[in-house]
């Protein structure tokens, strides 16, 4: 795939998609629990290359409101929603991304129009009705329906007056009351406390439905007062169109598909949940959570839910999540100083927060501690994570072979481990049982010990140059 036109939205994306060869479509499904596990056993099929999925006349629900899952979900199509050129290998992806964080990127704010698609149907009153919509069940001991898990949810801070974006799970309790879980740290939770600490409702807006580059901006931890929006914007290369909801005042993507506007009062919660969660656990019970009284819902007609199944790893969001993160750690610690990174990769298997490797070309006696460290505490690498492991240059960080080989041959356990502890973690971790959520991590060094790069055992294989020759010379028995 070489450069291609940008998509202008989730319409247009999918389109692109289909013309990809990327697209299927599914007719009939049940949107209790047929929906979740198709779109959880196609993305765990072939990670980073399974294709997205469309659902249409789900079952209960007329033709044309329709569901998509996993729309960035693989090399192709994650290379065509940020604009990159065709990639071959994970680390090509996480190499555009910080390339263009480091150059010459730049925060595109939205603009605002007085009215768009989303306004196709506004419903207000005894109009407003969550169960218009195929919310599926996900999975079979989910306590709710969820309406947002691809979802991009909208806040103002009342001091500030900055805008945040987040992906919290958006449950339905009834016709126009929403369950909303927000793990402790988040910046959608410091907010909804600043209002309830004056005794006032939080707004809030759910989108549902909208272009993928809003929810990747959405769900990575970006830095603290850095807008979303913006950020969303300069990946886009153009502002996002937005238009002002009736009663808050808040940001509404003028192509998005569902959106929900409401408010969350202090002291009005629900049993919320269990939701089968990102590690692959169902690892908090159901709990007492706020809930949004939703207002108003605006949507185009024919609307599109956008899904993300957490589930045991790959899930149908893991691979983009693995790519951005991988680019926002890298480039954070190069931010902090760290000399020579040569790669990134957050693993699937670690639901792309809990096995990140870190590789460096080591030039000073203390390089690889420093980026183990920096790796595991910077904030687009600290939350919920497990293990960082550095290793050399000569080593594919995305490839487990190599690094579990560095790991068994590079690495002394008693002197190259280092713990970190109690650091920033949440209920969903199964080795939690209670608050605080706190989790403790391991920073392993499998780079060859500094003092001893010249003498360290020569690697036992065929050279370069000895491997082309040989694969010139007997070409069919290779794959490539
Ligand atoms: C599919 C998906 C679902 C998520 N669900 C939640 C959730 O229910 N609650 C939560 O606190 N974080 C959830 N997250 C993670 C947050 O979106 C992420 O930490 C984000 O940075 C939070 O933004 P904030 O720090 O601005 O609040 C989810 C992420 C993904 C990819």
Wanted: glycine share 8%; net charge negative.
């Amino acid at each position: 795939m070489t450069k291609r036109e940008r998509h202008y939205d989730l319409r247009d994306l999918i389109q692109k998609i289909d013309d990809l060869g990327e697209l299927s479509v599914v007719e009939g499904a049940d949107w209790d629990l047929e929906i979740g596990a198709v779109s959880e056993m196609i993305a765990q099929e072939n990670p980073g290359r399974s294709s997205a999925v469309l659902f249409d006349n789900i079952k209960d629900y007329p033709k044309g409101f329709r569901i998509l899952s996993g729309a960035a979900n693989s090399f192709k199509r994650l290379a065509l929603v940020f604009g990159f050129d065709e990639p071959s290998h994970e680390l090509d992806l996480v190499r555009a991304y910080r390339d263009r964080m480091v150059g010459d990127f730049k925060m595109i704010p939205p603009v605002e129009v007085e009215t768009g698609p989303i306004m196709e149907n506004v419903l207000e009153g005894d109009d407003v009705d969550l169960f218009r919509f195929p919310v599926p069940k996900v999975h079979e001991l989910d306590g709710n329906r969820y309406i947002g898990t691809d979802d991009m949810i909208v806040m103002r801070d009342p001091e500030s007056g900055y805008i945040n974006l987040g992906t919290y799970r958006i449950a339905v309790h009834d016709k126009n009351t929403a369950g909303i879980w927000i793990s402790p740290g988040k910046h959608g939770r410091f907010i909804r406390e600043k209002y309830f600490a004056k005794g006032e409702p939080c707004p809030v807006l759910i989108s549902c439905g909208q272009d993928p580059l809003l929810f990747l901006a959405s769900h990575q931890e970006i830095q603290e007062g850095v807008s979303e929006l913006d950020y969303a914007g300069g990946h886009r290369g153009k502002p996002f169109e937005i238009i002002r909801s009736k009663t808050h005042g808040l940001p509404i993507p003028a192509n998005a598909e569902i959106v929900l506007e409401g408010l969350i009062y202090p002291d009005d919660q629900k049993l919320e949940g269990p939701f089968g969660e990102f590690m692959g656990y169902y690892a908090s019970e159901a709990s007492m959570q706020p809930v949004v009284r939703i207002e108003r819902i605006y949507h185009r007609n024919d609307p599109i839910l956008t899904l993300a199944v957490p589930s045991r790893p790959p899930e149908n969001f893991t691979f983009a999540r693995s790519v951005v993160k991988s680019a926002m750690i890298w480039e954070e610690v190069e931010k902090a100083g760290l000399a020579n990174v040569t790669g990134v990769w957050c693993h699937e298997a670690g639901a792309g927060r809990l096995f990140n490797v870190i590789r460096i070309k080591q030039t000073y006696a203390g390089h690889s501690k420093q980026a183990g460290m920096l790796a595991a505490n910077c904030r687009a690498g600290n939350y919920a994570g497990r293990w960082t492991v550095v290793v050399d240059d000569d080593i594919d960080p995305t490839d487990l072979n190599d690094v579990i080989w560095a790991m068994s041959t590079r690495c002394d356990p008693v002197e190259d481990i280092d713990f970190i502890r109690r650091a920033w973690s949440t209920p969903l971790d199964p080795m939690i049982p209670k608050a605080p959520y706190q989790s403790n991590r391991a920073v392993i060094d499998a780079c060859k010990p500094f003092g001893r790069l010249e003498d360290f055992p020569i690697t036992a294989e065929a050279s370069p140059e000895l491997r082309n020759k040989i694969k010139k010379k007997w070409p069919n028995i290779f794959n490539q």
